[in-house]
């Protein structure tokens, strides 16, 4: 359809605006719709995959953890390991309904609220020990605001660190402690890099110039002088087949005064210095491209520190944004770019060094600090690096804030939300809403104090206390449907409280679907007023009895009022703006359908990323799972190439050893008992190894089975390194540490 040339005024008759409305709508409406609804598709997609892959990454560390803490044990038996933690579930596919009508209800009600409400989970995050935090963040970044793209969820979850940089920073005592430590607010920050759009910008930025530093995995940018020498030596010996004439064990000194060596430092901190700058520059000429929501935070840091610490120096704000940016953002992609699918090869020992020397100038430029010191003072000559760079990567930090505000910039109002009628619902695990649910309940007396009113309590009390976590198999996903409690009220709210130019969004949306809902007028020559177009479909809810209509009416009459009070614009002009801003929108309806079709390629891109990201980790998971079971095996006896010394092992491995109760109890091992006094001289415990570090205590009175105990060795290094030295059973508790020893000095080999 041809739309006709507005004049200067948009002095469009009544007849005009409905026909550009009807006829534009139904030319283009189909086509629009389904690319939104393609779009859609592909977020939930992301949301869903990136909240598999977060899980997933946990548990590969884990298992990595484990491995190492079970070769430990095998090496020293009696010293403390390092700690695993259970290996976390995958998340499941399976989805089910919660039966319970009113308890869907309440649910979806709660978390309705914590959406909306960030100051809920704000407080929360500061409430909660640290070992459940991670748990929360999960719940928070990947499910409560898990779709990654979507404006109005980006809107909710800035709003929320807003409020969690607000209070960290208003509590901060001084500048030199501020976001140092490993805190609630620190672990969001680095949460949040690891959503879509920052994966996206990392692997576009970064690729390029980590493959090129890459390329040559013999590359050696060791500038180490006691290393280097050590390296030389080998190098010379193995080139020459003589022996080295440089002494074999020099102090640091000795070693960085050798002119062989300082040569090959010199050219090395020579080539660091050229890799640093270049890289340095990539990260510049990248700043049209990095997200809004990590610019933003940027901005929130540089106004709240400012406003702080006013006296605090320039150099000192940047290094905070420094601090978020590079080392919370850009290092670990540089430091395991792998695991970032920046790169799709194993790295060389050679490779990681490089990028951890890399990272270092990296961390010390973030943080306006001098390389060197006590233990790495060979570091110190990059320093000249460092002051070079300086003065123009702070100036990038500083424009890295220079952004709109939220609502300037992630605006609602964008026609592609014209047909965003489905409900909103969330992809969420019993045992993730339990588990808040439990968080909830435990801190509500605190929560219900940043309420503003009494919502949550009233919810949390319906839903009475929450329920036990399900085993792994029990444990399925619910598409959770967010619903508000107080529905009209809190419309009513949200009215009062948006800003003038959400206001004007949501005024613009709701006189395109009045207008679309009246029928044509095909001679009306009157000037299409907006006060004239809202009589003509109020008199169309009259005769139809169409109550949702006329509310629609009714509440556009109130924000134009609202609009012209705050001084949006004035009644003089009759709402001029939003007539020419709805025509304008509509003729542009060719333009939205392009930027939909370039979302959409542009999603698919990150969605291509997050599934090439999933399949490294799942073959990842499956080695390592692997690994830990031929490490397990081998904690209970591995096979030898002698023979008798085999045939002994597998014995060892096999046999059954049996204790009395007064001899474990005598021994420490048994440190409480609720075994009647007389009765402990006819107990005895029959421990025998299964195999794959799985053990089985079979409790007997005299000669009569009366009870099995399942224990796991990694299970007990665990709580050993958390220095939780007793194991409760249904009628003992045992000491983990000499429990551990006895297991090792009966079954291991």
């Known amino acids: 359809m041809a739309v006709p040339a507005p004049d200067k005024q948009y002095r469009y008759s009544i007849s005009t605006l409905f026909k550009i409305v009807h006829e534009q709508d139904a030319e283009k409406g189909d086509i629009l719709q389904s690319k939104k609804n393609e779009l859609a598709e592909i977020k939930k997609e992301i949301a869903l995959c990136s909240k598999r892959n977060f899980n997933i990454e946990k548990d590969v560390s884990i298992l990595d953890q484990k491995i190492a803490l079970l070769i430990k044990n095998r090496i020293t038996l009696e010293e403390v390991m390092a700690s695993s933690g259970d290996v976390s579930s995958l998340l499941l596919h399976r989805t089910t309904v919660i039966k319970d009508k009113k308890e869907r209800e309440h649910y979806g009600q709660l978390f309705y609220l914590l959406q909306r409400e960030a100051v809920y989970i704000a407080t929360l995050a500061r409430l909660v020990n640290l070992k459940d935090i991670d748990n929360l963040l999960q719940t928070v970044m990947f499910t409560l605001y898990g779709n990654q793209y979507d404006d109005e969820e980006e809107h909710l979850l800035l709003s929320l660190f807003q409020k969690v940089l607000q209070e960290d920073i208003q509590e901060a005592t001084s500048l030199g402690t501020l976001m140092r430590a490993n805190t609630a607010l620190t672990r969001m920050m680095t949460t949040y890099t690891r959503r879509g759009p920052g994966q996206s910008y990392l692997k576009t930025t970064l690729t390029s110039i980590l493959n090129e530093l890459l390329a040559d995995d013999k590359l050696v940018l060791e500038i180490n002088p006691v290393k280097v020498y050590e390296a ?85 704000v940047v290094s905070f944004i420094g601090g978020f940016y590079l080392l919370r953002f850009v290092n670990p992609a540089v430091v395991t770019p792998q695991a970032f699918m920046i790169v799709d090869t194993k790295l060389s020992a050679n490779s990681r060094r490089n990028l951890t020397l890399l ?37 990038f930090l500083e424009e890295l804030t220079k952004v709109e505000d939220l609502d300037e910039h992630l605006h609602l109002d964008k026609y592609l939300r014209l047909g965003k009628t489905q409900d909103v619902s969330i992809h969420i695990a019993l045992n993730e809403m339990y588990s808040l649910h439990a968080l909830l309940v435990e801190h509500l007396d605190v929560l219900s104090k940043k309420g503003k009113d009494t919502q949550l309590r009233e919810i949390l009390n319906e839903l009475g206390p929450a329920p036990a976590q399900l085993p792994r198999k029990d444990n399925s996903n619910v598409d959770l449907v967010l619903i508000s409690r107080y529905q009209k009220r809190d419309a009513a709210l949200d009215n009062r409280e948006s800003k003038p130019q959400q206001l004007y969004s949501e005024t613009k949306i709701l006189l395109f679907t009045i207008i679309k809902s009246l029928p044509r007028l095909e001679n009306d020559d009157q000037v299409a007023e907006i006060n004239i177009v809202l009589d003509l479909a109020e008199k169309q809810a009259n005769s139809t009895r169409d109550s949702k209509l006329a509310d629609k009416i009714k509440k556009v009459r ?27 929108e509509i003729v542009n309806y060719e333009a939205q359908i392009r930027k939909t079709s370039a979302d959409i390629e542009r999603l698919r891109s990150a969605l291509k990323n997050i599934h090439d990201h999933h399949n490294y980790l799942n073959q990842q998971y499956e080695t390592y799972k692997m690994y830990l079971q031929n490490v397990r095996e081998q904690t209970t006896g591995p096979a030898k190439k002698d023979s008798k010394k085999s045939t002994k092992d597998e014995k060892k491995k096999n046999q059954v050893v049996k204790f009395s109760h007064i001899k474990l109890q005598q021994d420490g091992i048994i440190i409480a008992s609720e075994v009647p006094e007389e009765r402990r001289g006819n107990i005895f415990f029959q421990f025998s190894s299964g195999g794959s570090g799985n053990f089985t205590v079979t409790v007997m009175y005299k000669s009569r089975v009366i009870s099995e105990i399942e224990i796991q060795l990694d299970d007990l290094l665990e709580k050993q390194h958390h220095n939780q030295v007793e194991l409760e059973t249904e009628f003992l508790k045992l000491n983990v540490n000499l429990l551990i020893f006895l297991l090792n000095k009966n079954f291991m080999s």
């Open 359 to 395: 990272a270092k100038i990296l961390q010390n430029l973030a943080n306006n600090t001098q390389l060197g010191g006590l233990k790495e003072g060979y570091m110190a000559p990059l320093n000249s690096c460092l002051d070079s760079l300086r003065p123009k990567f702070n100036e």
């Open 232 to 316: 030389y030596i080998i190098d010379y010996e193995t080139r020459t087949g003589q022996t080295c004439p440089l002494p074999k064990k020099p102090s640091p000194e000795e070693a960085a005064a050798t002119p062989e060596i300082k040569k090959i430092v010199e050219s090395r901190i020579l080539q660091l210095d050229q890799i640093a700058k270049k890289f340095i520059n990539e990260l510049i000429k990248s700043l049209s491209t990095v997200p809004y929501g990590i610019r933003w935070i940027c901005k929130q840091i540089r106004e709240l520190v400012k406003a702080k610490f006013p006296t605090g120096t320039r150099e000192q």
């Open 558 to 584: 109130n924000n134009c009022k609202q609009l012209v009070s705050s001084g949006f614009f004035s009644e003089g002009e009759k709402f001029q703006k939003l007539r020419q801003d709805i025509v304008q």
